[in-house]
């Protein structure tokens, strides 16, 4: 089993800047997969930015250019910077893990981008 805990989500004006992080624990070593997806009311949940173990990471085309994501595999730990915020990004940001073919999301982190 995996545990996943966000933290870092808030208010921000249009603009701004903000980073989400994710800790992972459990009997687990490192995770295949891990990254963020959010969801904003009315809407399917989307993807933001996944990395593999090895490196190899995808963002959502909305994102592209303004979010970066970083993980720390000895850590279990992804981190999420969201940069030249809009108000389209707000949303609930969720913590995404896949391990040994099993899927595992945080309880969500709440980004609210208002001025």
């Known amino acids: 089993q995996v545990q996943l805990v966000e933290s870092g989500g808030g208010l921000v004006q249009p603009g701004g800047s903000l980073r989400l992080s994710c800790a992972a624990s459990?009997?687990?070593?490192?995770?295949?997969?891990m990254g963020w997806y959010r969801q904003a009311p009315g809407k399917q949940r989307e993807l933001v930015a996944r990395?593999?173990?090895?490196?190899?990471?995808n963002y959502g085309d909305s994102v592209k250019g303004r979010f970066t994501s970083s993980r720390d595999n000895a850590k279990n730990t992804v981190d999420l910077q969201i940069n030249s915020l809009k108000p389209e990004d707000a949303a609930v940001y969720y913590c995404?893990?896949?391990?040994?073919?099993?899927?595992?999301w945080g309880q969500g982190t709440q980004v609210t981008v208002s001025s």
């Open positions: 990395i593999t173990s090895d490196g190899i990471t």
């Open positions: 995404y893990a896949q391990w040994l073919g099993s899927d595992y």
């Open positions: 459990g009997s687990i070593f490192t995770i295949y997969v």
